[in-house]
């Protein structure tokens, strides 16, 4: 064996080894995901089939009213579980942060719930927000007879019940993100600025904080691409119900595809849920590799 | 040894369990089935039908997918079904049967059906929905009346209020279960069962023309009329005597809310039965049931069937038939539906071994198709295509649980809705 040929060999080996999985992902990802553009433009019921049709998919589509309170669910969901979600996770990231006794113990009581999956989560908030077995009944039964929350059964309130069992599930888990981002950050500049006579919550507000931006912005990320893909915790949860009243884009993607053989208007649905998170992560990924080069 | 001689033996091996299991073949036919009976009763029923083909020497292989309630296993039937491998039969129903023969992958069974009768054997409107272009493709399996009321007499008796025969009557039952201090109707807050109540009430208050014209064939202007009007009324007048933890309840919980006496009255298909006698109790004495108020003399169905995939072996495509024809057999529609809760889809059967609900709705099954007011179930899939079906669905729950929307806005959304195509 030349030398010359162990050296190529040496820097072929790598991508030969890499080359079957990733010819796999690409094809298993990007070209279904081509698929599903295709199929969004034909005429597919039952089973798939490619009659063109144009974008009377999309016209369809955005003509049901159904997906219009599947949109409007998701921008009040995205925006309550990401923004409640965040403050909440930095709220208690930064107490537990305090140098307090069993750190260790209360880090994993708030982080536990992230071990469970959203099936479970959104079955046990089910019961907990059933107005006839869980909160109103307890606080009933302890003799406030006027006590009435019944937001799960309520259409216009439902949502909302999805937003409380969202983020008591990732809260931990941001608190958890935000615990690592303020370890990193050097005593030294805390110190310096107590010695400078500055207060505790200005030290969290003017220096700590705008220190954590890049978590801030990880954390964003993962949030907002859970939100778009929120289904198994809306299926145990309300199940889309009352009614349609939270449906979300991916269960209506599910209900279209799946049990009404809309199979086309169901891969428009999918396309347009993919173009919503391809806005958000294309131009973070971009300023994300630009800042690396650099 | 050496490695080509390991090779060979391997492949002489091969090349006998392969022959081997196709003289098998050749024997005996193999039907793959997508079912999903798997409750006592069902599967009790299944192992007959089972029974029945390997007397003739058939082997039985079940089509199982978990979960998803019937919607996984139907993924997995359409890329079976794309990729040329389908099953010998599927548990498929109503329109959902011209769905899959508009893809052209049906077997004709006009063959199996000559022989055994079946135009005979089947009201029309049972054999239309078995038939796609004319040609038998399906097979039914039973029966399921929907329109029923289902009671608790101690209930009844505690509130001094009679079964109700009527809309008027019935809110006049709930009005004194109501100041009984009990759930007057019980009922379980999800799309399909909203919908089976809203039928219920339709058939009552708008009679069988009125819910065909509406319902089946969708026409704008009866759906805009003033019988719909009344039709919403009168059922968003219904919500009134459910309980606020309707929304999200299973069909058979609610059923539980009957039997346990918390509930007087709930309104659902015969599958209802199947609760109250797993709970021990007796029809007419423990429960009544009675057709759903205004609806004795008409009756809304909901039938299982088996649509038939083309197969290409020539001794599976034997095995097809077979079960198709036992199927239809009166040992098997007897066996299955004294199990089920339903009535068999053969006319002329022997009722002898059924109790009294379920000879009542046989009698009534017969009456209604001769005076042409057996009309097929919405909720269950037996009317219209399932995308149409879904955006009804989806209107008549919104009207129900939106307490601000009027019938005008439900009627305006329902002609939209009826377009769905």
């Known amino acids: 064996m030349s030398s010359a040929f162990a050296t190529r060999l040496a820097r072929w080996m790598p991508r030969l080894a890499v080359a079957p999985g990733f010819a796999l992902s690409f094809a298993f990802i990007y070209g279904l995901i081509a698929w599903n553009g295709v199929l969004s433009f034909s005429a597919s019921r039952l089973l798939p089939n490619y009659e063109f049709v144009g974008l009377a998919q999309y016209v369809a589509l955005f003509e049901s009213e159904r997906w219009h309170v599947a949109l409007v669910n998701l921008g009040i969901f995205s925006f309550l579980f990401i923004g409640v979600g965040l403050a909440l996770g930095l709220f208690l990231a930064i107490l537990l942060d305090q140098k307090i006794r069993a750190e260790g113990a209360l880090r994993t009581i708030y982080l536990y719930p992230m071990a469970l999956s959203f099936i479970v989560t959104g079955t046990a908030w089910k019961w907990i927000l ?65 010695i400078d006579g500055a207060t505790l ?41 009352p009614g349609f009243a939270t449906d979300m884009p991916a269960t209506f993607m599910y209900a279209m595809s799946f049990s009404r053989g809309q199979i086309g208007l169901g891969a428009a649905s999918a396309t347009i849920m993919l173009c919503t998170v391809a806005a958000i992560v294309v131009p973070y990924l971009y300023s994300e590799l630009r800042g690396a080069r650099r | 040894m050496t490695p080509t001689r390991t090779t060979t033996r391997a492949l002489h091996i091969a090349a006998a369990a392969t022959l081997f299991c196709a003289s098998l073949a050749a024997r005996a036919g193999e039907v793959e089935v997508l079912h999903y009976w798997t409750s006592g009763g069902e599967a009790k029923a299944a192992s007959a039908l089972k029974a029945t083909l390997q007397g003739k020497g058939h082997s039985w292989k079940d089509f199982a997918v978990a979960g998803g309630g019937g919607d996984s296993a139907m993924t997995v039937l359409k890329s079976r079904v794309v990729s040329g491998n389908a099953p010998a039969a599927a548990q498929i129903k109503g329109p959902s049967i011209q769905e899959w023969g508009n893809e052209g992958v049906l077997a004709n069974l006009d063959d199996v059906a000559k022989a055994n009768n079946w135009d005979a054997l089947l009201p029309k409107v049972v054999s239309d929905v ?61 799309n399909w069962q909203d919908f089976t109540t809203f039928e219920s009430v339709a058939l009552g208050v708008g009679g069988a023309d009125f819910y065909r014209k509406a ?53 659902m298909g015969d599958w209802a039965k199947g609760e109250f006698i797993a709970a021990g109790k007796a029809p007419g004495k423990d429960f009544l049931c009675a057709a759903a108020p205004g609806t004795a003399n008409a009756f809304t169905f909901n039938i299982d069937s088996f649509a038939m995939f083309k197969i ?33 889809a053969r006319l002329n059967m022997d009722m002898a071994k059924f109790d009294d609900c379920a000879k009542l709705s046989s009698k009534d ?27 009804i669905k989806d209107v008549v729950s919104q009207f129900w649980n939106t307490d601000t929307m009027t019938p005008e806005q439900a009627m305006d959304r329902l002609v939209a809705a009826a377009k769905t195509k």
């Open chain 2, 130 to 190: 078995m038939k796609h272009k004319g040609h038998y493709v399906a097979v039914p399996v039973n029966v399921h009346r929907v329109n029923w009321l289902w009671a608790n007499p101690e209930a009844l008796k505690k509130a001094n209020a009679k079964m109700p025969t009527n809309w008027d009557e019935f809110f006049v039952t709930a009005e004194a279960l109501k100041k009984a201090g009990l759930i007057a109707v019980a009922h379980g807050g999800q």
């Open chain 2, 365 to 391: 099954f017969v009456a209604t198709a001769k005076g042409n007011t057996l009309v097929p179930s919405i909720a269950h899939g037996m009317a219209v295509s399932s995308a149409a079906e879904g955006a």
């Open chain 1, 201 to 241: 919550p200005r030290i969290y507000w003017r220096i700590v904080i705008p220190s954590l931006r890049p978590v801030f912005f990880s954390t964003l990320l993962v949030l907002a691409h859970i939100s778009i893909k929120s289904f198994d915790l809306v299926m145990a949860l309300t199940a889309g119900g």
């Open chain 2, 312 to 344: 290409k072996n020539t001794a599976n495509l034997q095995a097809q038939k077979d079960m198709a024809a036992a199927i239809m057999s009166p040992e098997f529609q007897e066996t299955f539906n004294l199990n089920k809760g339903s009535i068999p």
């Open chain 1, 130 to 194: 059933n107005p006839g077995l869980g909160l109103e009944h307890l606080v009933r039964g302890w003799g406030f007879e006027s006590f009435s929350f019944d937001w799960l059964v309520n259409p216009d309130r439902a949502i909302y019940t999805v937003v409380i069992a969202g983020v008591w599930q990732s809260a931990g888990f941001v608190m958890a993100l935000f615990l690592a981002g303020l370890r990193g950050i050097d005593d030294a500049i805390l110190k310096a600025a107590q």
């Open chain 2, 215 to 267: 319902l089946v064939q969708l026409d704008a202007a009866t759906i805009k009329g003033p019988t719909m009007l009344k039709v919403l009324t009168t059922f968003k007048k219904v919500k009134g005597y459910t309980d606020k933890n309707a929304p999200g309840r299973d069909w058979n919980l609610a059923t539980a809310m009957v039997i346990r006496g918390e509930a007087g009255m709930q309104l």
